[in-house]
């Protein structure tokens, strides 16, 4: 850890000092001052074991809904095979159409985009074209029309 650091969790005059204000201001203020200073160096470790501890517990879920046999969550639910196979081509239809639908928003927000860049340029012309009618110049590199 930087020690050369004003605020770290150890007990130096500005940590010590923002712990009394904190509890002139208000107590909570004061006590998670307090935490940080007694509990602050065991954070990183801290967090990194809830990490791994949630990681592990959500580690089935992970990839389920990008289709596929036996990835999907409700795979095998039933053992009736004629109505798995159809839940299957469903499931299968509809992840096909959730990338066409992907697809198309992608498309669109292209669209948009090139829109308002094309806005944006009408306006910057539209600028330019009134700033020579008011004689202020030409602007070097833009064409004059």
């Known amino acids: 850890m930087n020690q050369s650091a004003l605020i770290r969790p150890d007990w130096t005059p500005a940590t010590i000092a923002l712990m009394v204000l904190g509890f002139v ?14 509990f602050g160096d065991r954070l990183k470790t801290f967090k990194k074991d809830a990490n791994d501890t949630v990681d592990g517990m959500f580690a089935s879920c992970r990839g389920r809904f990008r289709g596929g046999r036996g990835r999907h969550p409700f795979r095998n639910a039933t053992g009736n095979g004629a109505f798995d196979d159809w839940r299957d081509a469903e499931l299968a239809r509809l992840d096909e159409e959730r990338r066409k639908l992907d697809e198309m928003r992608e498309e ?8 308002r860049r094309a806005k944006d340029q009408e306006e910057f012309d539209r600028f330019m074209r009134e700033r020579r009618a008011e004689g202020k110049g030409d602007v070097p590199g833009f064409p004059a029309n």
């Open 25 to 38: 201001v208000f107590w909570p203020l004061g006590l998670a001052m307090l935490a940080y200073i007694v």
């Open 108 to 115: 669109f927000d292209a669209y948009v985009r090139e829109l």
